[in-house]
């Protein structure tokens, strides 16, 4: 019996370790008037929509939730993805977006009011 329990014990480390997942497609694209989702017939998250609902599809779109977030002296705030995307929200209402490495080039783009968000320190 405790053979049998030392055999398992040292089989247990030998368990492969699970490869990592691939990363997701990109299904969010950048454009003048918010963001166009991809496959989506055409739909986008459009400017003045609520940061709540913005931030919630975004995370879904994105898999992954913001890694970063700061309120700037205009009260504007700026939630940062790893994938490169920035999304600018005041007074709850998103309000633009700035988009940069790794995933959009560089230097990075941006629309809407980024409230004096820099577009240089994208990422």
Same mark, same amino acid.
């Given at each position: 019996?405790?053979?049998v329990? $030392? #055999?398992?014990v040292?089989?247990?480390?030998?368990?492969?370790?699970?490869?990592?997942a691939?990363?997701m497609?990109?299904? #969010?694209?950048?454009?003048?008037?918010g963001?166009?989702?991809?496959?989506s017939?055409?739909?986008?998250?459009?400017?003045g929509?609520?940061?709540?609902? $913005?931030?919630?599809a975004?995370?879904r779109?994105?898999?992954?939730?913001?890694?970063?977030?700061g #309120?700037?002296?205009?009260?504007?705030e700026?939630?940062?993805?790893?994938?490169?995307?920035?999304?600018?929200?005041q007074?709850?209402?998103? $309000?633009?977006? #700035?988009?940069?490495p790794?995933v959009?080039?560089?230097?990075a783009q941006?629309?809407g009011?980024?409230?004096?968000?820099?577009?240089?320190?994208?990422?």
């Open positions: 019996m405790i053979r329990f $030392v #055999i398992a040292a089989l247990s480390g030998c368990a492969t370790a699970e490869p990592p691939p990363p497609p990109q299904r #969010i694209s950048p454009a003048a008037s963001l166009k989702i991809a496959h017939g055409g739909q986008e998250i459009s400017f929509r609520s940061q709540l609902g $913005v931030e919630t975004t995370n779109l994105v898999g992954a939730v913001p890694v970063k977030g #309120i700037n002296a205009q009260g504007c700026l939630r940062q993805w790893k994938n490169g995307l920035e999304l600018v929200f007074r709850g209402r998103f $309000v633009g977006w #700035i988009a940069g790794p959009w080039g560089s230097p941006a629309a009011n980024t409230c004096g968000f820099d577009t240089h320190n994208a990422g």
